[in-house]
């Protein structure tokens, strides 16, 4: 019986082992994709080409009352496993709104959160909210240039999964 036991304490640091290192390597491909400089739909495109990234998605839509929107995603690899990199764009008129993100479908957001929080060195969240589908969104300011950090965790609806964004909206 003590063997059983040893053995299933194992398994379970091994798994928490796997989820610190899984949240480690997101945050730092984070930090290397979206922080640093301003968010520009163009830089981001040529980060991604530069690091050789497979791009998944290209969506543009037609302007719709005045609002043109168009978003790009590519796969990146990492040790721990791969994730999205996203990027996203609205303009209307002369105002426009940047989003730089990632998005992982093997990570529970309520592991993740605390890596995040201490990673990034974040304070409390400015909101907290959670969606009529039991989805968590929670935001935090970030720098000085008006930028929100967001972190939806969308495990309830789609086990697990997170989406890590920068968001740069108008004033």
């Keep these: ?19 610190d290192e899984r949240a480690s390597s997101l945050i730092s ?13 163009a830089k981001s495109e040529a980060k991604a080409a530069a690091m050789g990234l497979a791009l998944r998605e290209d969506l543009q839509r037609p302007p719709e009352n005045g609002v043109a929107t ?10 721990t496993g791969e994730h999205e ?24 957001g309520h592991e993740f959160r605390p890596e995040l929080v201490a990673a990034m060195k974040l304070g409390p969240p400015t909101s907290d909210d959670i ?9 935090w300011p970030f720098g000085s240039d008006g930028l929100n950090l ?18 740069l909206r108008p004033k």
């Design 1 to 19: 019986m003590r063997p059983i036991c040893v053995a299933l304490v194992l398994c379970c640091l091994l798994d928490v082992s796997h989820a």
């Design 29 to 41: 491909s984070f930090k290397t994709l979206c922080v640093g400089e301003q968010l520009d739909f």
């Design 70 to 79: 168009r978003a790009k995603v590519w796969v990146v690899h990492l040790k």
């Design 85 to 108: 990199f996203v990027i996203a764009e609205s303009r209307k008129e002369s105002a426009q709104a940047n989003i730089c993100g990632i998005a992982a479908t093997d990570v529970r």
């Design 131 to 139: 969606s009529t589908d039991g989805n968590r969104v929670t935001r």
């Design 150 to 167: 967001q972190l939806q965790d969308l495990s309830p609806r789609l086990e697990p999964s997170i989406h890590l964004y920068l968001i």
